[in-house]
Nanobody, 124 residues
């Protein structure tokens, strides 16, 4: 099973930026799509962004134009650059892999391996 270790996150004021990282322990991360999900307090987990091996990306409507997902294949690391953050972005963020082979799905049921989560808090 792929092991994922997350870093980044923290607290920022509205309009600020943060970058999340997710390091995978095995090469298999390169073959399947990877994604970022978040769960706000009292809400269900939602898909934020996903990326596949060919670079195909997909974003949730609420983050389009503000968040960018990318990956460093040489270092088996997934990133989420978050700009123009809003209080509504406050949530626990999770990276995930072992997803679909070709389509950057935002459905959590399609991913098998998960990071431990990292908190992002945006104050107004």
């Amino acid at each position: 099973q792929v092991q994922l270790v997350q870093s980044g996150g923290g607290s920022v004021q509205a309009g600020g930026s943060l970058r999340l990282s997710c390091a995978a322990s095995e090469y298999t991360y390169n073959e399947n799509c990877m994604g970022w999900f978040r769960r706000a307090s009292g809400k269900e987990r939602e898909g934020v962004a996903a990326i596949c091996s060919d670079g195909w990306t997909n974003y949730g409507d609420s983050v389009k134009g503000r968040f960018t997902v990318s990956k460093d294949n040489a270092n088996n690391t997934l990133f989420l650059q978050m700009n123009s953050l809003k209080p509504g972005d406050t949530a626990m963020y999770y990276c995930a892999t072992d997803g679909p082979r070709w389509y950057p799905s935002l459905m959590e049921s399609e991913y098998k391996s998960w990071g431990q989560g990292t908190q992002v808090t945006v104050s107004s």
